[in-house]
């Protein structure tokens, strides 16, 4: 019995894990600079704070989708969708222009703009949770 439960508890946590994984490969795609590079080679602390605010909104709903889930394969399924919005939102936030544009301001470092960025990544992925709350 408990073994049943333990290997049920595995799929569904190295599944989320393989998310996170591949979330965290398709983010560092989707935005239009080196996150790794910026994060780890250059200290920018504004392109930490914009990529831990992302983990974070791609976190909670992974967590809504573990929770309300059916089956496997119904979580597979929202997580999917989860991560698809968290990367949609980040394609749309980081291709803005001008005073908005958020390549400009994260490559300068700019704190106030890796601020903003995290928390709205963050409130996409309450509001991304809320909507599976089914």
Not at 42 to 61: E, V
Not at 102 to 131: P, R, Y
Request: proline share 1%; hydrophobic share 55%; no cysteine.
């Amino acid at each position: 019995m408990f073994i049943d439960y333990f290997l049920s508890f595995a799929l569904f946590f190295f599944t989320a894990i393989a998310v996170f994984g591949l979330f965290l490969f398709l983010y560092a795609k989707v935005t239009p600079y080196d996150d790794y590079q910026m994060i780890f080679g250059a200290n920018n602390t504004a392109a930490a704070l914009g990529f831990g605010g992302a983990i974070l909104g791609l976190s909670i709903p992974l967590y809504s989708a573990l929770v309300h889930s059916v089956s496997y394969i119904d979580f597979v399924m929202w997580a999917g969708v989860a991560m698809s919005i968290q990367l949609i939102f980040a394609l749309i936030l980081t291709r803005l222009s001008g005073k908005f544009s958020v390549k400009k301001h994260i490559d300068n470092g700019d704190l106030s703009v890796g601020t903003f960025m995290a928390f709205m990544s963050i409130a996409i992925g309450l509001i991304n949770a809320g909507s599976m709350s089914y």
